[in-house]
T-cell receptor, first 113, second 112 residues
């Protein structure tokens, strides 16, 4: 059953903590993306990766970090430097980074306590 | 000016009617256009994409693209209450790298 999985579905973070959001895909896609969605707003790109061991900053990368050690996995770490991390985080993937259709995982809702 | 603009709505239509959702974009060089549906609390799911001027039909959905006027629209025929969701327009721009730009979405309410 091919698709994109994200875990956990809900995550609670205390002030000053780093947390890592998981994203895995078995679609054999080269490109993967992380977006943040706030209520009533569009999707904003945090980081993207077009190939293993390479990634680029998106529009709002400050306070976040990623790694791409395997084709299937693209974890996102929300660091304590991110001052307003409460949001819905969406991972997506596409066949390549050349304008192909993006498909989304189910999302992780992060709340800062 | 926002790069991709959508009316936030809500757009209310009666069941069985045609719902018309519109999206305008600022970059004339935009190449590909996508419509996603997002139910409350869920992730976006692809409805359809369109690359060329004109209409593209898929079941009850029709995407319309007019590059000269820089707008793309989505028509939903025979609207059902289950179509009630937020519809996101996405546009691909190319300036050295390909970049997806999403609109903020239009909330559609289909009234039974």
């Amino acid at each position: 059953d091919g698709g994109i999985t994200q875990s956990p579905k809900y995550l609670f973070r205390k002030e000053g903590q780093n947390v890592t959001l998981s994203c895995e895909q078995n679609l054999n896609h080269d490109a993967m993306y992380w977006y943040r969605q706030d209520p009533g707003q569009g999707l904003r790109l945090i980081y993207y990766s077009q190939i293993v061991n390479d990634f680029q900053k998106g529009d709002i990368a400050e306070g976040y970090s990623v790694s791409r050690e395997k084709k299937e996995s693209f974890p996102l770490t929300v660091t304590s430097a991110q001052k307003n991390p409460t949001a819905f985080y969406l991972c997506a993937s596409s066949t390549s980074g050349s304008g192909d259709t993006q498909y989304f995982g189910p999302g992780t809702r992060l709340t800062v306590l | 000016q926002k790069e991709v603009e959508q009316n936030s709505g809500p757009l209310s239509v009666p069941e069985g009617a045609i719902a018309s959702l519109n999206c305008t974009y600022s970059d004339r060089g935009s190449q590909s256009f996508f419509w996603y549906r997002q139910y409350s609390g869920k992730s976006p799911e692809l409805i359809m994409f369109i690359y060329s001027n004109g209409d593209k039909e898929d079941g009850r959905f029709t995407a319309q693209l007019n590059k000269a006027s820089q707008y793309v629209s989505l028509l939903i025929r025979d609207s059902q209450p289950s179509d009630s969701a937020t519809y996101l327009c996405a546009v691909i721009q190319y300036s050295g790298t390909y970049k997806y730009i999403f609109g903020t979405g239009t909330r559609l309410k289909v009234l039974a």
